[in-house]
């Protein structure tokens, strides 16, 4: 009988975290969706473009002016050499052969803050870099953008329904493992009850068991959960640019939270459902 009713202990704890690993997952994208929008975002580049007549000593002067400005995250000079040689690698050597001088000006690529990636913003920023002396352009795609922020909304719509079931279905996998691992011991509950046992009497043990075995099986998922992770770390080194560890741990909180919770709560309802049955009902 011991050996049973362990075994069915440790087939309920597997299940649990099987559906707690995918409860991490859901908490995962929940917890970083902001984060990976935000890397889309600042990876996209400005290109300011000099004028023709001022040197890469000037440009590298005015970077230091765009370094400051608050809505710049980041900037790379490229000289003019350097232009020159990545348009010669795309059209070929012979094109600098009808000018007399290079005609490729010094520029800075720029990357914002990822609250000012919006067609909105980008036009204040275009306008507040143009308003130097020593700039000619600023170009950035603008159909780009659109497309991206676009599509970062239709991805956090599609994300949230599918966290929604996917949490849903969790807790309904974990409510019927808990409710079959505890009518199993149906008879103990109506034999407590016979002697005379009250309602918070016969749930308590239950109740505490449920907390250690939700604690258990949380673990076990967070163990296979940073498992997973630090395997994809290896595979997606550049994905985990976007992750920290305050993240991590708000999720393996959320995991061993949820793990807890759920199975003390279906544990309370079965519980309660079985003291309220007959003895004849026992039976079905």
């Not at 275009?126 to 352009?137: F, N, T, Y």
């Not at 994809?232 to 061993?256: D, H, K, N, P, W």
């Amino acid at each position: 009988m011991r050996r049973r009713l362990r075994n069915a202990y440790l087939s309920t704890v597997v299940s649990i975290s099987l559906v707690l690993l995918l409860v991490g997952v859901a908490a995962m994208l929940l917890v970083n969706a902001k984060s990976v929008s935000n890397y889309f975002k600042e990876n996209m580049r400005i290109s300011v473009m000099m004028k023709s007549d001022v040197s890469d000593a000037e440009t590298m002067e005015y970077q230091e002016t765009l370094d400051a400005m608050h809505f710049v995250r980041g900037t790379e000079f490229i000289s003019k050499a350097q232009g020159t040689a990545e348009l010669e690698q795309m059209l070929g050597e012979g094109f600098l052969s009808v000018f007399e001088t290079s005609p490729v000006p010094a520029s800075i690529d720029v990357t914002l803050q990822a609250d000012y990636v919006s067609p909105d913003s980008l036009a204040i920023v275009k306008a507040a870099i143009a308003e130097s002396p020593l700039v000619d352009e600023v170009e950035y795609q603008q159909s780009l953008i659109e497309a991206l922020n676009a599509n970062l909304r239709k991805i956090s719509i599609v994300l949230a329904v599918f966290i929604g079931l996917l949490l849903f279905i969790s807790y309904v996998l974990i409510n019927n493992t808990v409710r079959l691992s505890i009518f199993s011991r149906r008879f103990t509950i109506h034999t407590m009850k016979l002697v005379g046992a009250t309602r918070s009497f016969i749930r308590a043990p239950f109740l505490i068991r449920a907390v250690f075995q939700g604690l258990f099986s949380a673990c076990i998922a967070v163990l296979c959960l940073i498992g997973i992770l630090f395997y994809l770390r290896g595979q997606f080194q550049q994905l985990f640019e976007i992750f920290s560890a305050q993240m991590l741990l708000a999720v393996i909180g959320i995991v061993l939270v949820s793990g807890m919770l759920i199975c003390v709560v279906s544990t309370w309802f079965a519980v309660n459902r079985l003291v309220s049955l007959s003895k004849d009902d026992l039976y079905y």
